[in-house]
């Protein structure tokens, strides 16, 4: 079984602060997907990156995916309280067959205004 | 667009009793999938269906059943329920890999709580 590792688990910032989460596997994923989920929904999809070292960028959101890929940081800059939310982390596996993804537990991002 | 639509949103049920969870989709999607959510954790599959009449086991499938007889419904059947399958159900779907950005849709979510 492929394991996520998400820290912190929770953060409770001011709004204006930056912040990084990170996703943390011991395991090879062929990519990795962020998703951010609201109270009351489910999640929806942030970015997928694919590339060993890949950067991409959602406006104030930055996400990376480690050289080896095995790891995915998320860093917001400037949080604002509409950043509020479950942020999770999704590896799809490094075999050429399924689709099952491996999800972390999350982060609980409070933004205070 | 409805994406995928899953009923009830809330549902109380006995410690025995059985009940299904119905999900459905538009978007033609082959492979659909059932999730639970407990509080602060992340997302465990039960069961995914990579297409009508194909099911198959995911982390935590014991206490539930499936069935796939068309592309757009992927029923989650509970049997007997227990207090331990108390959580948030969520039914996604996505094109298979290869296709598309693999990005799963998902539904709003079933609240299922067992007394």
């Known amino acids: 079984t492929q394991l996520l590792e998400q820290s912190p688990q929770f953060l409770s910032i001011q709004e204006g602060e930056n912040l990084t989460v990170y996703c943390n596997s011991s395991?090879?994923?062929?990519?990795l997907q962020w998703y951010r989920q609201e109270p009351g929904e489910g999640p929806v999809l942030l970015v997928t990156v694919v590339t060993g070292g890949e950067v991409k960028k959602l406006k104030r959101l930055t996400f990376q995916f480690g050289d080896a890929r095995k790891d995915s940081s998320l860093h917001i800059t400037a949080a604002q309280p509409g950043d509020t939310g479950l942020y999770l982390c999704a590896g799809a596996p490094h075999e050429t067959s399924g689709s099952r993804l491996t999800f972390g537990e999350g982060t609980q991002l409070t933004v205070n205004p | 667009n409805a994406g995928v639509t899953q009923t009830p949103k809330f549902r109380i049920l006995k410690i025995g009793q059985s009940m299904t969870l119905q999900c459905t989709q538009d978007?033609?999607?082959?492979?659909m999938y059932w999730y639970r959510q407990d509080p602060g954790m992340g997302l465990k599959l039960i069961y995914y269906s990579v297409g009508a009449g194909i099911t198959d086991k995911g982390e935590v499938p014991n206490g539930y059943n499936v069935s796939r007889s068309t592309t757009e419904d992927f029923p989650l059947r509970l049997e007997l329920a227990a207090p331990s399958q108390t959580s948030v159900y969520f039914c996604a779907s996505s094109y298979p890999r290869g296709e598309g950005t693999g990005e799963l849709f998902f539904g709003e979510g079933s609240r299922l709580t067992v007394l």
């Open positions: 978007m033609n999607h082959n492979y």
């Open positions: 395991s090879v994923f062929s990519s």
